[in-house]
């Protein structure tokens, strides 16, 4: 801990269902390693969106807590996961001519096209949350992933940009600020999972992240190795217990316990016709009965639901196609039995549970698909402080050849 | 809209010329009809294309038409025997209704004279071999119920014997009137409404522009949809007009908060503006109008009048397919229940839960109710008894937050229930 060589990145996601802190240690080398855990049942998310503030505070103190005993560091800031119906996602492309006497495209031209693409109309209390960069294209020569050095005319970007409601974004940070918790960036909960669950090659061959949280449910597709198309579905695994209860007629946390011992996506698998389930009170002595075919029947419709709505927007933006590499779910929602059938038979596309192991430490309790988008907010800010090492460097350079410039002057 | 309008203008000594021979032609029947068109004409509309009907000489007295015509109407009962058949347009409207490309027929639903002397008017006006469009209100609630059953009986005859009928149901002026309005006031308020969507349709018709849109495209719009078709007109002066035309719209109460444009079918825009109407106010306005109605066919048509310099006037027009009928059930029970449906529901032991039903109008229920034959309106009384208000569908834990609304549907009513899966 006291290795000056190596960083702490946190990633802080507060879901629906539960709050997770995850611990990592970036060495110099750019090993990412995580070295904690904690988590916290979340009582104050209602939708991926904070509804109770000082629920929701105390929630994140007791993971905060736990992963700083877990990882043994004082945690100061972290990387904050934000997700609610209200994100959207798009693709904007920006130009900029190229004005130099040699056509040569430079850094600087590089930024001014980006600053271009990122300039969007939107609503007043619109927030960007991210501008990723797809491709560059150069004259209408269309792939070009760095332009530096090369000769053109006229420069084009495309970027995907993520926005959401300003005020309804400031609230997860500020239930951060009230803990003395800096927050270095709102990263999509959705691109952080899909930072921890794909490797560049499944990026390459075009992906769909689905990530099935307790209140939304987050998309994002790959396509030639860039993000093509991200969205977010305000329904989510609370949805499926909430059918229960009032389908069953059962309290919500008794349709959450149900969901979790007998539930499945598919009504066929494993057999269920005929059979009930008696629900016992702490005597022993039956309450209720409940048809198993039914409760099946209400889970299947809604996650069937799910996949079908995300395929209806993907038809939209015309990406269903690139998908080589198939769907990967991650999230609380991909531990329900046979979701991969489902979303196979739904989206008619190969289907896997996406598995963490982009990432070392604590191998065992950490490949868990609910945990992914805690992981993948650890990723996203080891890419951030490379990057900004990386700027560091390039500044210092610029300091130690000005200050030779200046040295050589003085003699 | 029958209803004595007191502070009407006093009767004006008309010279009556001859009628020119113009192509449009506006007949207001009933009371509620010459109000409308004493409207029109202080609007600035030409008077010559204006005729009133009405049986009764004190209204037709307080027409400033140029062309009135006093006509006996038949009597319902006469109706009822079969008169209705055979009843012949006198020549003088046989004449008035010569040589018409297109008529406008504006009255009053569930009074005397406009329910009946509408869906003739209609009918003869076909036979003349013109396009018929029809601009009718229905009565508020408070008129009663015979006075709306009336109005029922008299749109659904209409609606077979015009190309187009519009629909103005006064009751949802109650939106519009805070507390202070006067009850005339509110009736003067509908007669306003109707004109407007009248003058948003007269232009259509006669102004050219460069994207025309045919008045035989409109009536196809309105031919199949008559019962839900919903209307709203808005103009706005100045630079901003494109914004607050727009604004106007959305907040018009028979688009009800832009609900209606989300539900259509099919989406008619006509815009009209002076010459300087630019490409981006058409844009912006199109564009955020199609937002609106994701699910529909927009057609829209732009039309440019000299007096509109700086001045942008918008007409919508939402038509939607009529619900179909299955599985659909009536909300409260006020209305009749629909026999057939109630049958089924009775000797299927279904599910408790049925899907939240649509919301009918009143004349598509009761034209539900028609198909089910005469024995409906007998039983209903009883039937009443067994309804019972099963529809609400609590969200559960999702009761009080934001809902999600995907292409009209709320995601966090379960799945089953909204697809009317029955669970056994």
């Known amino acids: 801990m006291f290795d000056s060589s190596s960083s702490i990145i946190v990633g802080l996601e507060i879901g629906t269902s539960k709050v997770c802190a995850v611990v990592g240690e970036l060495h110099a080398d750019g090993a990412l390693n995580i070295v904690g855990l904690g988590q916290a049942r979340s009582r104050g998310v209602r939708k991926g969106e904070i509804c109770d503030a000082p629920m929701a505070e105390e929630d994140v103190r007791h993971a905060i807590v736990e992963a700083e005993q877990m990882a043994d560091v004082e945690i100061r800031s972290v990387y904050l996961g934000v997700t609610g119906g209200h994100l959207r996602g798009f693709n904007n492309r920006g130009v900029h001519p190229v004005v130099s006497a040699d056509r040569e495209i430079t850094d600087a031209d590089v930024q001014d096209v980006i600053k271009n693409a990122k300039t969007i109309n939107l609503p007043a209390q619109n927030h960007v949350v991210h501008a990723i960069r797809q491709h560059f294209l150069i004259d209408g020569q269309d792939g070009i992933t760095n332009p530096v050095g090369m000769l053109g005319a006229r420069m084009e970007v495309d970027v995907h940009v993520v926005h959401g409601n300003l005020n309804r974004l400031q609230n997860a940070i500020r239930s951060d600020k009230g803990l003395q918790l800096e927050v270095d960036d709102i990263v999509f909960t959705g691109l952080a999972s899909s930072l921890a669950l794909l490797t560049n090659e499944q990026k390459e061959l075009g992906s769909l992240v689905i990530d099935i949280g307790g209140g939304t449910t987050d998309y994002v597709v790959y396509a030639n190795g860039i993000i093509k198309h991200t969205g977010v579905l305000a329904v989510g695994g609370d949805h499926v217990s909430n059918d229960l209860a009032y389908g069953l007629k059962v309290p919500l946390s008794r349709a959450e316990q149900l969901k979790i011992e007998h539930g499945s996506a598919l009504m066929e698998e494993p057999p269920c016709a005929g059979q009930t389930i008696t629900i016992a009170n702490e005597l022993g002595m039956p309450l209720k009965v409940i048809n198993l075919e039914n409760l099946r029947r209400i889970m299947s419709l809604r996650l069937e639901e799910i996949f079908q709505l995300i395929m209806q927007d993907l ?77 560091g460097s390039i500044t210092d350079g610029i300091k130690s050849t000005l200050g030779q410039i200046f040295k050589r002057s003085g003699t | 809209m029958s209803m004595d309008d007191t502070n009407q203008l006093p009767p004006e000594p008309s010279p009556a010329p001859l009628p020119a021979r113009v192509p449009v032609r506006v007949f207001g029947a009933g009371a509620a009809g010459i109000k409308v068109c004493e409207n029109l004409m202080a609007a600035g509309m030409p008077a010559g294309v204006f005729f009133a009907l ?15 015509l006093p006509l006996t109407v038949p009597r319902a009962r006469d109706m009822d025997a079969g008169a209705g058949c055979r009843f012949e347009p006198p020549p003088v409207l046989k004449a008035a209704l010569g040589g018409a490309e297109l008529i406008f027929i504006v009255t009053g639903l569930g009074g005397s004279t406009g329910t009946m002397l509408g869906p003739l008017l209609a009918r003869a006006a076909k036979e003349a071999g013109a396009l018929t469009l029809a601009f009718v209100t229905m009565p508020f609630d408070f008129e009663g119920t015979r006075k709306k059953q009336a109005a029922r009986d008299g749109l659904e005859e209409l609606l077979q014997a015009a190309d187009g009928v519009i629909c103005l149901p006064n009751q949802k002026l109650s939106k519009l009137i805070d507390g ?5 006031e509110a009736f003067k308020l509908s007669n306003e409404l109707l004109a407007d969507a009248l003058r948003g349709i007269w232009r259509l018709r006669t102004r050219q ?117 299955i599985g659909v059930r009536q909300r409260g029970s006020a209305e009749p229940l629909n026999h057939q449906l109630l049958g089924r529901s009775e000797t299927k032991p279904e599910s408790r839960f049925v899907p939240p039903p649509p919301v009918l109008p009143p004349e598509r229920m009761n034209q539900m109710l028609r198909q089910s034959g005469g024995r409906g309106r007998k039983s209903s009384p009883k039937l009443r008894q067994t309804q019972l208000p099963l529809e609400i569908i609590s969200k559960g834990r999702f009761d009080k937050s934001e809902p999600t609304i995907h292409r009209g549907e709320d995601l966090d009513v379960p799945t089953y229930i909204r697809r009317g899966i029955s669970l056994n």
């Open chain 1, 315 to 391: 038809e939209q933006v015309d990406t269903l196609n690139y998908l080589r590499a198939g769907v990967f779910l991650c999230g609380g929602g991909s531990r329900i039995p046979q979701i991969a059938k489902l979303a196979e038979q739904t989206l008619q596309m190969p289907v896997s549970i996406g598995k963490t192991n982009s990432i070392s430490g604590l191998k065992s309790a950490l490949d868990q698909p609910e945990f992914a988008t805690a992981i993948g907010l650890v990723k996203f800010g080891s890419f951030q402080q490379r990057k900004r090492a990386a700027k």
């Open chain 2, 54 to 68: 009405d049986s009764d000489p004190r209204s037709l007295a307080a027409s400033s038409a140029v062309e009135k």
């Open chain 2, 180 to 184: 202070n309005t006067s009850f005339v």
């Open chain 2, 209 to 325: 522009g460069p994207v025309e849109l045919h008045f035989e495209q409109l009536c196809e719009l309105l031919r199949d949809q008559h019962t839900e078709s919903a209307f709203a007109v808005a103009e706005a002066e100045g630079p901003n007009r494109s914004v607050e035309v727009l604004e106007k719209l959305l907040a018009h109460p028979m688009l009800e908060g832009g609900q209606i444009l989300t539900e259509a079918d099919s989406v008619l825009v006509s815009l009209l503006g002076g010459p300087d109407l630019t490409l981006a106010d058409v844009n912006s306005v199109m564009e955020q109008l199609s937002s609106k109605c994701e699910g529909a066919q927009v057609s829209m048509g732009a039309s440019i009048d000299d007096s509109f310099r700086n001045r942008l006037a918008v007409t919508v027009i939402a038509g939607r397919q009529p619900v179909p009928e």
